[in-house]
């Protein structure tokens, strides 16, 4: 908890969609999105890219490097019953990592916990997604 009369880390994201789809950041970079990906399939992206983004981060303070990694996400978006409206019911994402040296048993807990943890993507998820490491 930061200490009275100090404001907490802020990190702002902006994109820009233009004519043709084309997507951009806020320092104008392209970011190349197959036109094919719908809203949800970027959700799912982001999703896994954020976990493996905060893994790695998390990794590094703790001198542990990700050596590989590989992630998919399966989402149901159905309607709710609280309002009638389509939304995000279930997500599982499942993540195969290979990290170097080899945490120990509680090591590796706390460091898989912290990366779900720290995803902003999932943490902003109303639905937690159920995440199953390999």
């Known amino acids: ?11 702002r994201y902006a994109v ?5 789809g084309v997507v951009r950041t806020e ?4 970011l190349e999105a197959d036109p094919a990906w719908s809203p949800e399939h970027l959700l799912l992206a982001a999703l896994v890219r954020c976990t493996l983004k905060s893994l790695a981060h998390h990794a590094r303070l703790a001198r542990i490097e ?8 399966r989402a149901l978006f159905a309607k709710r019953e609280s309002d009638g409206r389509y939304a995000l019911a279930e997500c599982d994402v499942e993540l195969a990592v290979r990290l170097s040296p080899t ?11 912290k990366a779900e943890r720290d ?8 639905v937690t997604p159920t995440y199953r490491w390999l």
């Open 16 to 20: 820009d969609l233009g004519e043709g």
């Open 66 to 73: 990700v050596a590989n990694a590989t992630a998919s996400a």
């Open 103 to 113: 945490p120990g048993e509680v090591e590796l807990a706390e460091l898989l916990e």
């Open 1 to 11: 908890m930061p200490a009275m009369g100090t404001r907490a880390r802020e990190f």
């Open 119 to 126: 995803c902003f993507i999932g943490s902003s998820l109303t």
């Open 27 to 30: 320092d104008g970079t392209r």
